[in-house]
């Protein structure tokens, strides 16, 4: 099996700034793309960034600028390095990975547990 687990959310006021890690493990042959998506209350879960194994990166507009996605492919973790947070950034965050575990023909998707980020005054 393969398990991602997140660290790093919690509370903190307009303009501060959190780092979540992402962590995977298990019987892991290659991981493609790694990524975090965020969910708040009512609304869908939307994509925030996305880092292939090459090191290419997308985000979504509301993030551009302040936020930045990175990975350390030999620990098999993805970072987001949330600068300038905003109110509207609270939301529950979600780590994932498109994981090919040995002994398989495809990759699939995982996902972690989700942490809450809040932001506040």
């Known amino acids: 099996q393969v398990q991602l687990v997140e660290s790093g959310g919690g509370l903190v006021q307009p303009g501060g700034s959190l780092r979540l890690s992402c962590a995977a493990s298990g019987s892991i042959f290659s991981i493609n793309t790694m990524g975090w998506y965020r969910q708040a209350p009512g609304k869908q879960r939307e994509l925030v960034a996305r880092i292939t194994s090459g090191g290419s990166t997308n985000y979504a507009d509301s993030v551009k600028g302040r936020f930045t996605i990175s990975r350390d492919n030999a620990a098999n973790t993805v970072y987001l390095q949330m600068n300038s947070l905003k109110p509207e950034d609270t939301a529950v965050y979600y780590c994932?990975?498109?994981?090919?575990?040995?002994?398989?023909?495809?990759?699939?998707?995982?996902w972690g547990q989700g942490t809450q980020v809040t932001v506040s005054s």
């Open positions: 994932n990975a498109r994981v090919k575990k040995y002994g398989d023909s495809w990759s699939r998707e995982y």
